[in-house]
């Protein structure tokens, strides 16, 4: 057990640009959540599965950001069209089944669009 | 809706000092409370959690107790050092956690 695995750490786009984030749980893990954390702010929710169906997205997250979480295993964060405002952390965190048991984080994935 | 406040930073401390971080959390129903921590350069890290009302959790000599009446959970430790330096972070899970904007310590010499 490695931990939430996240890739890659860094990436640079250009305004404009697709990019897609991948994260890799922890085994037998069946939540998943994705967050944005931008400097001096916490964790903002994005979205979370339960095995692979998507329970909840926020309603502040706009259309060109998806999420899959194909047979409940790895997750992908796909952004279209790019902008200079989606420049941030995006975290992966994992949580295995309970409800009184804490979330896993990775490392992040820092976006920044140029 | 669900949220979480936290005392604002930054906050410098002597070694040796005493801490405290405010959290005040506004929920329905029966939340479980955490405090996470985030070292330079490094991920988020559970530090202790509390899953009912009352409950103190405990780790690294840091505590918190989750207290209903005042919808609290302040980070508390009795003796700091240099290597606490980090980034505090208060949260409470209802379907999905919920994070404060985090408060940042640095203990020096």
């Known amino acids: 057990d490695t931990g939430v695995s996240q890739d890659p750490r860094h990436k640079i786009t250009k305004r404009g640009q697709n990019v897609t984030f991948r994260c890799d749980p922890i085994s037998e893990h069946n939540r998943l959540y994705w967050y944005r954390q931008t400097l001096g702010q916490g964790p903002e929710f994005l979205t979370y599965f339960q095995n692979e169906a998507q329970l909840e997205k926020s309603r502040l997250l706009s259309d060109r950001f998806s999420a899959e979480r194909p047979k409940g295993s790895f997750s992908t964060l796909e952004i279209q069209r790019t902008e200079q405002g989606d420049s941030a952390m995006y975290l992966c965190?994992?949580?295995?089944?309970?409800?009184?048991?804490?979330?896993?984080f990775g490392q992040g994935t820092r976006l920044t669009v140029v | 809706g669900d949220s979480v406040t936290q005392m604002e930073g930054p906050v410098t401390l002597s070694e040796e000092a005493f801490l405290t971080i405010n959290c005040t959390y506004t929920?329905?129903?029966?939340?479980?409370l955490f405090w996470y921590v985030q070292y330079p350069g490094e991920g988020l890290q559970l530090l202790l959690k509390a899953t009912k009302a009352d409950d103190k959790g405990s780790n690294k000599g840091f505590e918190a107790t989750y207290r209903k009446e005042t919808t609290s959970f302040h980070l508390e430790k009795g003796s700091v050092q240099v290597s606490d330096s980090a980034v505090y972070f208060c949260?409470?899970?209802?379907?999905?956690?919920?994070f404060g904007t985090g408060t940042s310590l640095t203990v020096i010499p």
């Open positions: 929920a329905t129903g029966y939340p479980s």
């Open positions: 965190a994992s949580q295995p089944g309970g409800t009184n048991t804490e979330a896993f």
């Open positions: 949260a409470l899970r209802n379907n999905q956690f919920y």
